[in-house]
């Protein structure tokens, strides 16, 4: 059944992650892309939503995916949206990290930033 209160709640957190993501493709620029590029000699972005954490674009898009679905209370879809989204990312983070690993540059300021939830270690 539809649920207004959960409904407007979910399009406040997709409101939300949607403006994180809007900060996090203005505060990389031109180096934003949804392709794993590494620019050798370049320092890693320490600015904007990166001053708290590793990943904060993934973590927009896993809140997309669990409060998209969530709007109409469709628990399935986001269940298997957001386990997809999980796979992927797994995946995806460990080749980011170790093509940032494998320039040589100094990216192990960024070890001490959790990946998704500020303040987790």
Do not use: Q
Request: with cysteine.
């Amino acid at each position: 059944p539809y649920i207004p209160l959960l409904a407007m709640f979910c399009l406040g957190l997709l409101l939300a992650a949607a403006a994180l993501r809007m900060w996090v493709m203005a505060t990389l620029g031109d180096r934003w892309s949804t392709r794993v590029l590494v620019l050798p000699k370049s320092p890693p972005i320490t600015g904007g939503p990166f001053r708290r954490l590793r990943h904060p674009n993934y973590l927009a898009v896993a809140v997309e995916f669990v409060a998209l679905p969530m709007v109409h209370t469709a628990w399935l879809t986001a269940g298997v949206l957001s386990l997809a989204n999980a796979m992927v990312l797994h995946r995806r983070i460990r080749t980011e990290e170790r093509a940032l690993a494998e320039t040589g540059d100094d990216y192990s300021i960024m070890d001490s930033r959790p990946r998704f939830i500020p303040g987790a270690k």
